[in-house]
């Protein structure tokens, strides 16, 4: 016992217990984006803990595959390895790949792949559009801090084998009602890639020295870190990859043009590419040439992706004036999303802060708590090409964390509505509590019992600490009187319950509590 | 792409994807669980899917230590390991001890021991009892069969820090309400360790051959093994561990004797007892000693625990005619249970072959689909002893098979009541219908839009599989007089609604709905 009891009784570093409280705040969170997205005629989908390793490996990039939790495999794993390949861990790629072969599972790091996966696996049963949600936990290696977990819930949406822009459009509308109905603060960012794709191609003609092979992935993941470790710095990390100067500082000014309400006017956003790439007058400090004009813009899949979204934006009366209480939606040019696999629209939820500032006095720091986009060739990894995606993701425990921050969560509804204990006076009472407890069950009242004789004071903790609504006593007293005592512990309010008939007492005890 | 597509699809031997209509129907019943829970006054914990190995280890028998999934280090696990220690797999133990080294974290067995680690962790903060009901899904590398997965959930209600035997019938009756709610029949079997401790004691003064060191959670996993290989080998088990054989015999007579309807006449059973302990005449084929008789047994802490049992099913109304239809609650003086840890009561539930056959015609070949049982010293393990618990768990996987095979599924309520499919009949209407989705949305009508002017057939048979139960058609018609047509997909009635203004629209909306 002596060697037992200093175990580590804590659950693992960055993984987490959740009380009653904490399940409660965060089942709040989850049923409105479950209900948005039921709204929206997604059906829910789930997924096994664990995937063959296969299947994930060389999906989230390099770093992303040391983060991957791996499953030793039962039985002896050991048995079919040689000894040299138990030596050869010199490399990180090495020793990932005895990892592997440790290890045929691994548990899932996200629900896309999983997805992916599913989607493939079922291709000739699904009927398409597949609109599924799938609201489970994800696991990653990554070192503990704030707001990052080892152990968290996504909450993703995603539409597979549509094209239609107008998804693109009900996701933001998605995202912006649900941050709406839980008054957080967001500014949801919008771009495309196909900006960034044509904008990495438009640099990579007037700069020599970059290798061919230097796609657009590449390009997002360098300037992606820009949020991170600053402009300056992804400029220097882009010069030395061989990109002009001069056209580093064009991304630079590109990326950073004006964010600005998406939808109150979409002449904006028109007006501002076309001041950029020198189709009007204003933009002499940028010397375009001509293939990369505003004209040649118009004439690009993804600008015509970007009038379509802008028409269903419309059409959802997000032009109105003040559409949202709470949510900004805004164009950014700078918005590149890591991940490696979209390839059209990318978006991404962030607090806003001034506004937090504005209406909870306070000021949040804190990553992105969702985002999404489209990756039109996912499952083409699982062997079934040219099937359309799009999807988000919520970031559950983030949103957690930035609700527990604005106190968000004083005004949800209380857990509980008309709990009921029985204290305990005594064994005779105790029998008929216990029988009367179990009528009342059957008619829907939560109740409880509270087993041992203790002192009253103690009972009456017991039960506001449990948040009881309502107490009753039989004591000798009440049993020889045949009746009991019902309390309001909010309101002290009490009366007195004949036990005569169980019909007048169900009936009195009811009346009781509706009215209180 | 070549070998990609050779990757296995399906998810790991053991796991499973659960889409929409087996997640309805899993959920029908997790709900029905936990509203039992909720009203017996049960609070919500969730505890992570990893422990520490080391939490796991020792508590599940050699056989379960073998199955749990561990889970590799990050990083380099076996940085720190000499090479020898990675050629010495060549035992069981060492093997187990390798793969412990590699693995600091493993996934969760089952959910009592992370109970029991939270409560010794949490032990000063908690408020005793404390009532946590756990429904998550948990993991074993046990080779897959029907009814039993890698990856199952589990349904937990357990009260720690109470010895009030009201509780162990409270538990009792908690597993009939949810059974008697899903219709299925089932036999609750109930039995006291005591009574085999008794047992036990008294076979091993007669039987000198048998090791001091034999005890009772020895003797009950030889014991539990009847079930399955029958008593002949059981028997011929016992006499090898050195028990004499009319004891063994004796032993035999004693878990056989008859099951029957617990309450319905307590007499039964301690008359029952009373005959066998030799107390009354007819007893003379089992020649008890002195030690050994009634008189003696009534005086035993689990005779009492018996007694008081049978007070709270009789207060709680048990004692009546038929108080269920598809429960019956039975004493099994031959119920083991095999886990290590139990000391009290013991439980378990399995199908009802007899009533199944009655009323739904079919049998059933499943193993218990629930357990449960005291456990006093739990904690201890954990550093916290003399804590009184005890628990039932629910197999929600196996649960699920049954009412499957009894075809249960087909008469709960629908996945959906009134969802809304907006056809494609041209970019015109699309226009309009997605404005129109977006209002109803807002007013909590689940609906959607099908994304591509395909055929008309096309589309119904898309709304038919999704089990969309309106549809509604905005074409180049319709828009010219501003109206759309509604239809119920069920009754095939039809109605046509005008746009002039939203709130027309709305309430016409509605009232098609509301009748339908």
């Avoid at 030596?87 to 691994?106: F, M, V, Y």
């Avoid at 002009?244 to 939808?263: G, I």
Wanted: charged share 20%; net charge negative; aromatic share 12%.
């Amino acid at each position: 016992m002596a060697i037992k009891s200093i175990l580590n009784l804590n659950p693992p570093s960055g993984f987490r217990d959740f009380n009653a409280d904490t399940i409660h705040k965060r089942n709040f969170i989850i049923n409105i984006i479950k209900n948005q997205f039921e709204l929206c005629g997604f059906e829910p989908l789930e997924t096994p803990a664990l995937e063959y390793t296969d299947i994930l490996t060389g999906k989230y990039g390099p770093e992303g595959d040391k983060l991957i939790f791996r499953v030793l495999d039962s039985g002896n794993p050991f048995e079919h390895l040689k000894p040299e390949s138990w030596q050869d861990i010199s490399t990180p790629e090495s020793l990932l790949s005895l990892k592997n072969r440790l290890a045929e599972k691994s548990l899932r790091y996200d629900l896309t792949i999983p997805l992916a996966r599913y989607v493939a696996h079922n291709i000739n049963k699904l009927v398409l559009p597949f609109k599924r949600y799938q609201i489970q936990p994800v696991w990653r290696g990554d070192s503990p801090q704030k707001g990052r977990y080892r152990e968290f819930m996504q909450c993703d949406a995603d539409i597979i084998g549509s094209a239609s822009l107008h998804h693109d459009a009900e996701l933001v509308l998605l995202y912006a009602n649900v941050f709406e109905i839980l008054k957080i603060p967001v500014t949801i960012k919008i771009n495309h890639r196909g900006f960034l794709e044509y904008f990495l191609n438009y640099c990579k003609t007037q700069s020599p020295n970059v290798e061919a092979h230097f796609n657009l992935t590449k390009f997002c993941n360098v300037i992606d870190k820009a949020d991170k470790i600053g402009w300056q710095k992804v400029s220097q990390e882009l010069v030395a990859l061989g990109f002009d100067s001069s056209m580093v500082a064009r991304l630079e000014a590109f990326m950073n043009l004006p964010q600005y309400h998406f939808l109150q006017n979409i002449i904006i956003s028109i007006d501002t590419l076309k001041q950029f790439f020198g189709d009007e007058t204003d933009s002499s400090h940028l010397e375009p040439t001509d293939n990369h004009s505003y004209h040649n813009i118009v004439n690009q899949s993804f600008y015509t992706d970007f009038s379509e979204l802008h028409n269903y934006f419309n059409l959802s009366g997000l032009s109105a004036k003040k559409p949202f209480e709470y949510c900004k939606i805004v164009w950014d040019f700078g918005l590149a999303r890591g991940l490696n696999y979209y390839s059209g629209i990318v978006m991404e939820v962030v607090v806003d802060n001034e506004v937090c500032k504005t209406k909870y006095d306070t000021q949040i720091k804190m990553g992105s708590i969702g985002g999404g986009g489209r990756y039109d060739n996912l499952t083409a990894m699982f062997g079934v090409p040219n099937l359309n995606g799009i999807g988000i993701s919520f970031g559950l425990d983030r949103i957690y964390d930035v609700m527990d921050a604005l106190k968000l969560f004083e005004n949800i509804p209380t857990k509980h509505q008309s709990k009921v204990i029985f204290f305990n006076l005594g064994e005779v009472g105790f029998n008929k509590s216990f029988e009367l407890v179990h009528v009342l069950r059957k008619l829907g009242y939560p109740c409880e019992l509270f087993p041992t004789q203790q002192k009253l004071d103690k009972q009456f903790k017991y039960a506001e600490s449990l948040e009881y609504h309502f107490a009753c006593f039989i004591g000798e007293n009440e049993i020889s009187k045949n009746e009991m005592i019902i309390k309001n512990l909010r309101t002290r309010e009490q009366q007195i319950i004949s036990l005569e008939t169980q019909a007048n007492f169900v009936e009195a005890f009811k009346h009781f509590i509706n009215k209180n």
